[in-house]
């Protein structure tokens, strides 16, 4: 069963908006993680944050982290065409280091 | 360039027939894991892997089984596959805990 969610499960912008994905899970986590995924390929790392973490940034990418309410978000700012790919969240909850990942959010950015 | 690297890349099989796909990493991570993408599921656990030597039952382990000789490989084997493992198969490593796990460009697999 997916423990994450990702809402919206598709969103398209303009190159320059900012995009935000929102994630929510339901078990207590050690982490949380999103990955991006651009088609016919791997999945890539792209920021991890602790579950004593409230916001991380990277980039044009910040990641916020709510335990009480069980969400995440994930926000792109100044978006580019580049940046079109399917993006998960994933969470790390067990004793042995794997992760459940949720359905993901497709996103296009339009030149 | 280090990382991940999976074979073969795409494959058609009959079914019943018995496939293994082949798993490599470079880094000497202790963890491997194999996954399945389904469109709309996102990536399910198959069966992992926390040291060489171990292995583990994921989300959706019945109908595969896997092996860890050496920390570098780690290969997923249907023995009788059926077209409801047609799926694309990702294979993936992590340093351990807290850490971020780098994934293999997947093998696209069609059971007929």
């Known amino acids: 069963s997916q423990q994450g969610e990702e809402d919206p499960q598709a969103l398209s912008i303009q190159e320059g908006e900012n995009a935000t994905m929102n994630c929510s899970y339901k078990t207590s986590i050690n982490n949380l993680q999103w990955y991006r995924q651009n088609s016919g390929r791997g999945l890539v790392h792209l920021i991890l944050i602790r579950s004593n973490e409230r916001e991380k940034h990277s980039g044009r990418l910040r990641v916020t982290l709510d335990t009480s309410k069980k969400s995440s978000s994930l926000l792109i700012t100044a978006s580019r065409a580049a940046d079109t790919a399917s993006y998960f969240c994933?969470?790390?909850?067990?004793?042995?280091?794997?992760?459940?990942f949720g359905s993901g959010t497709q996103l296009t950015v339009l030149p | 360039i280090a990382g991940i690297t999976q074979a073969p890349t795409s494959q058609i099989l009959a079914a019943g027939r018995r496939m293994t796909l082949r798993c490599t990493q470079d880094?000497?991570?202790?963890?491997m894991y194999w996954y399945r993408q389904d469109l709309g599921l996102g990536l399910r656990l198959i069966h992992y892997s926390n040291t060489a030597g171990t292995t583990g039952k994921g989300e959706v382990p019945d109908g595969y089984s896997v092996s860890r000789a050496n920390t570098d490989d780690f290969p997923l084997t249907l023995a009788s596959a059926v077209p409801s493992q047609t799926s694309v198969y990702f294979c993936?490593?992590?340093?351990?805990?807290?850490?971020?796990?780098?994934f293999g460009d997947g093998t696209r697999l069609s059971i007929l």
């Open positions: 880094m000497r991570h202790n963890a």
């Open positions: 994933a969470t790390d909850g067990g004793s042995a280091r794997q992760l459940t």
């Open positions: 993936a490593s992590s340093a351990g805990r807290n850490q971020p796990q780098h």
